[in-house]
C-alpha cells in the first residue's frame, strides 16, 4: 500500500522558518515527479513547489525566494525548507507522489504563521 507521510508542520511566529518533510513507500519514488501542494478551507489545493527526477523545479509566484524544495532518492524522502514565513502561508501542506498511471497524495499537515 502506498503511503506518503508528512511531517514538519506547527505553529511558527511570522518571518520565521520550518521543514516539512515527506516519507513516501512507493518503490518508485526515483521516477516520480514530487510535489507540495496547499490548501485553506474553502479554497482549490495548490501546487507550491514541484521537483522533477532530474531535479529540475518550480515554485508558485508567491514562495519564490523563500521556499525550497529538494529530495533525498536515497531516503524515498521529499523536503520543503520554508523560509521567511507569512501569514499568508498558513495552510494544510499535502505531499504529493505522481507519474504516467498514478497520483498519490498524503493527509497533510498543517502549518500556521501567527503571532
Known sequence: QVQLVESGGGLVQPGGSLRLSCVASVSNFRISIMGWYRQIPGKQRDLVAQITTSDNTYYADSVKGRFTISRDNAENTVYLQMNSLK???TAVYYCNSRGPFYNYW??????????
Open 106 to 115: 498524503g493527509r497533510g499537515t498543517q502549518v500556521t504563521v501567527s503571532s
Open 87 to 89: 501569514p499568508e502561508d
